[in-house]
C-alpha cells in the first residue's frame, strides 16, 4: 500500500522558472522516505505541493488512496508538515503551544492534553518545561516543533530538511526522534535533506532529485548497488610513488577509473578481485612501502556525485 503516489508531476511558478518537470515518486505507508538533492533541485516545492499549500502545474498526485485536489480537507487533516520556518510562538509555553495546535484541530481538551504528556515524555522534554521558548536552541525548537505537530496523530510527516545548521549530536537525535515516530506512531515519513549521510542513516527508500525530477529512487543498498563496481583504495607512504603506481592501474585490464588524494589512489574496476591481487603483486614485487590496500564498498555519494554529473543520462 502506496501512503505517497506522485505521477508526472510539474510546477512551473509565475516568473517562468519550472521547478519541477515531470516527476514520479511512490512512498510506500509506514517507510521513512528521503527526497535528496542539492539547493534549488525542487524538493521545498514538491512538499508545498504535497501538504497544498501550492498547487501543481499538472500530474496526479494521489495520498492515502485518494487525490488530494479533490480532497484536500481530508488530506489536511490527516497530515502534519514541519517546515524551515518553525510555527512556535516563542511568547508562549511550550505547553500553550501544543495546547493551542491541538486547538487548531479541535481536539478535545482532555484528549489533547493525554497526547501532550505522552509527547513531552517520548521526545524528552521534559527538562525544558521551567524554560521560555526563546531560551532554548534551534536543536530544541526543532524537537518542540515536529512534537507539536505530531499532537494531531497525523498518518504522514513531512519534514523539509529538519537538520539542516544542526551539529552532529543534535542530528543524531533527530534521527531518533524520526524513528521513534515512525516506530510507535506508526508515522510515515517524508522529509528532505541535502546531507547523503543522513539519507544513508535514517532511510528505507532515497530518492534522488535533480533538476525538479527523480533520477533514481531505491534502499540505500540497492542504490550503492547500483554502480556495482567496488573500489580498491591504496594508501601508499610516500608521494614520490603515486605516479608509478597510477601509471600500472590504469594499465591495468579491467580498472575505470583512478582517482588520487595525496598518498590514497582509489581504483574503479570491473574484476575487483583479480585487479586487487594485481595491484597487492605489483606493490611487493616493486617494493613500493603502503599502509593498506582495500576493496571498499561505493558510499552513497559516490552514487550521487556519478548520478548528478551533468552530462549523465539515464
Ligand atoms: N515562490 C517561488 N517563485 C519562483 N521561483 C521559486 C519559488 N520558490 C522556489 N523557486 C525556484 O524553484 C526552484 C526549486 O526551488 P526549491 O523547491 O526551493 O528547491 P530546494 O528546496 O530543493 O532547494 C529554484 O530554482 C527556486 O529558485
Ligand atoms: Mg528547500
Excluded at 493551542?100 to 492534553?113: G, H, N, S, V
Aim: one cysteine or more; a positive charge.
Amino acid at each position: 500500500m502506496y501512503a505517497i503516489k506522485v505521477h508526472n508531476l510539474s510546477k512551473t511558478y509565475k516568473n517562468g522558472i519550472q521547478a519541477l518537470s515531470g516527476l514520479n515518486i511512490q512512498v510506500k505507508s509506514g517507510e521513512i522516505y528521503s527526497l535528496l538533492g542539492e539547493n534549488g533541485a525542487g524538493k521545498s516545492t514538491l512538499i508545498k505541493i504535497l501538504t497544498t499549500f501550492l498547487k501543481p502545474t499538472s500530474g496526479n498526485i494521489t495520498m492515502l488512496g485518494k487525490d488530494i485536489q479533490q480532497n484536500s480537507i481530508y488530506i489536511r487533516s490527516n497530515i502534519a508538515c514541519v517546515s524551515q520556518q518553525t510555527s512556535i510562538d516563542t511568547n508562549l509555553s511550550l505547553e500553550e503551544n501544543m495546547m493551542f495546535q491541538a486547538e487548531l484541530y479541535k481536539i478535545p481538551k482532555a484528549e489533547a492534553k493525554k497526547r501532550m504528556a505522552k509527547l513531552i515524555k517520548d521526545f524528552e522534554l521534559t527538562s525544558y518545561l521551567k524554560y521560555p521558548i526563546s531560551s532554548y536552541s534551534g536543536g530544541i525548537k526543532r524537537r518542540l516543533d515536529i512534537a507539536m505537530n505530531m499532537i494531531t496523530n497525523p498518518k504522514i510527516l513531512f519534514l523539509d530538511e529538519p537538520t539542516v545548521g544542526m551539529d552532529i549530536q543534535s542530528r543524531k537525535m533527530m534521527w531518533d526522534m524520526v524513528r521513534k515516530i515512525r516506530n510507535e506512531f506508526g508515522a510515515t515519513i517524508f522529509l528532505t535533506t541535502h546531507y547523503l549521510e543522513e539519507a544513508d542513516n535514517l532511510s528505507d527508500t532515497v530518492c534522488i532529485m535533480k533538476g525538479g525530477k527523480e533520477i533514481i529512487q531505491g534502499s540505500p543498498s540497492q542504490l550503492k548497488h547500483y554502480l556495482r563496481q567496488n573500489n580498491i583504495e591504496i594508501k601508499l607512504v610516500s608521494d614520490l610513488d603515486v605516479k608509478a603506481v597510477l601509471e600500472f592501474s590504469q594499465k591495468c585490464q579491467y580498472v575505470d577509473n583512478v582517482e588520487i588524494e595525496k598518498t590514497m589512489l582509489t581504483v574503479t574496476a570491473k574484476e575487483v578481485e583479480e585487479t586487487f591481487n594485481k595491484l597487492t603483486i605489483y606493490l611487493i614485487d616493486n617494493n613500493i612501502p603502503f599502509y593498506g590496500i582495500a576493496i571498499v564498498e561505493p558510499t552513497l555519494e559516490n552514487v550521487f556525485l556519478r548520478l548528478t554529473k551533468k552530462e549523465q543520462s539515464l
